[in-house]
């Protein structure tokens, strides 16, 4: 187990620019590499990234391999990505190799792990080395965040782990930072990939993204149709944010899929998030609790929101949107 | 088109979070008391995928679950959905195991239901939240796997499969037979009818152990874990919520807004 020495991050490109989680993960991995004494590498693939992969060191990394002849994830086999890392980490002997808890990084981890013949950790929110046994402890949400539970691996390596986006804050970049820049090609056996991707469709959101949202104002299971959401869009606009929903509202079809925030959803944190008509499952505030402020708007005063929130008015939401709205409204008239 | 659906029972994931207790001596979550545990949800969704393509191209639908006997309550309730054959896994040596035991265990068996063309498991057990037993069934049996699924169709020869992701969609093929994880977009389960529910009340719901599986329990259990659980606690909130209270919901509205701004949040 000696042999295992430092990190490594499975990076994420949109547009060939290191996404946001990905330095999340750098900010993660540059503090355990720190911890253990040992180099954090990231590993990049994708076509014309010689500058993102010098730009990488900048945020932390010491090493930065990459593969050029790679496409990115959504336009790849998670077969092929599986086979890259298991080489890359073939070559280096990492400790702890980390992904974000991504449409990749979720399918991926699992089958890597379970091809190297180790373990895995899924959905991390705290990743710390034990000072005395300098093991790895991976905090994880359960039971639908209802606990946190606290692994450590029993003699396997690498740690695979999956970190939960916005659970750390995002690495910055210090351009005076020195590190290697490691091209590196990769053979894979195209007879063991199986399956073949067909297409892959983007619903770009229209107006503001969710993940980049200032404000939310979302509505869930209480709004009662999709005609009460009008008011939600409403509010959502005059405070310049905008809009998220539970389950319920997706279920029910009364809104697209594409908004729900929760455990299996969109992970935000604006600075204001309105839980309009929502009861405050934890696999919804899986989503939404690193909101900077949040308010609830419920008419039930036993509702579990308002153990959850920082305001909260116990009403109608029919009654208190309209006349939030005009309010708002008003003051952005002067 | 033959289907394995792996099945798991869990205590019911959406109790009130103040019915949630933990025993942090033995780390173990207290059953909800008075609630009855439920088939994990995206298991339920799993089969009420096989039951579509049941409906569309025909076949044989075995549900297995690993547990104990009491779990073939599970098993019951997706026969009486419209699944054909029911199967349990129970041995002490199975108890406390990991996820790479319990899809060790679950591939055993699998491979003792002998013909399938699909397997399909839940995108993740809404208990402990892992999402990993389907990949590794797949890893285990050499089989492709598409995770996430919220369609699955047949088109020359080969799985069709629609795959969720954050903001769309993406399609894969693969070659049959191959795994499958499924995602809650699948929609509604189907509620099972009342000749179903007879029907499965009649069937038998055979139990296999160790030897049935050709298991080798040195790879199962406690001891064969590759994970410890050290510390499982239930976190603590950090919000006080200030409740706006006024005469009215008018006046509570305006106040929220004037709250609001001297908060600096608007
Ligand atoms: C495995 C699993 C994963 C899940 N993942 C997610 C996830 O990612 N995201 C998610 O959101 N959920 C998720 N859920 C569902 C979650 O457990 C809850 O069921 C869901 O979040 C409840 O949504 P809700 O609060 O909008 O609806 P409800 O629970 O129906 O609550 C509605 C609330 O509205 C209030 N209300 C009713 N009428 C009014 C009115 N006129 N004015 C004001 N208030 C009113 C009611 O008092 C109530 O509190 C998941 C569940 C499971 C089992
Ligand atoms: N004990 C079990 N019995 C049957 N299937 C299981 C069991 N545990 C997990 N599974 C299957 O594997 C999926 C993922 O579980 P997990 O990896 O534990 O989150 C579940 O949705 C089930 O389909």
Redesign the pocket.
Known sequence: MADYKGVLICGELAEDKITTVTKELTNTGRRLSDDLNQPLSLLLIGQNIQETAAEAISFGADRVFYIAEGLPFAESLPEHYVAIIASVFNQIKPSIVLLSHTDMGRDIAPRLAASLGTTVCMDCIELEIDADSKSLLQTKPVY?GNAMAVWVSVNYRPHVVTMRPRSASPAQSDPSRKGQIVPITVEIDESTIKGKLLETVKEEAKGIKLEEAKVIVAG???I?GSEGFQLIQELAQVLGGTIGI????CDEGWMPTSL??????HIVSPDLYFA??????P??L??CSGSKCIVA????PE?H?FKEADFGIV????EVLPILIEKCKALRAT | MDIIVCVKQIPD??IPPSKFKLDIESKKVVPPEGIPPVMN??DEQAVELALRLKDKYGGKITVLTLGSEATSSIAKHALAMGADEGIVITNKAFEDSDSFSKAYILSQAIKKVGDYDLVLCGRQA?DWDEGLVGSIIAENLGLPLVTLAEAVDVANGKLKVKRVILDGYQVFTVPIPAVVTVS?EVGRPRLPSGWGIISASQKQIPVWSVDDIEADSSKTGASAARRKLVKLFIPERERKCEIIERETTAEASIELVDTLIKAGAI
Request: hydrophobic share 25%; no cysteine; glycine share 26%.
């Open positions: 639908g869930g299971g209480g009662g539970t389950r319920v509202p729900e925030i929760g455990q299996t959803g309009i008509g929502i009861s405050g499952a696999q919804h899986a989503g708007i419920n008419k039930d509702a929101i009403g109608d939401y029919r | 994931p959406e949800p995206y809404a809650n």
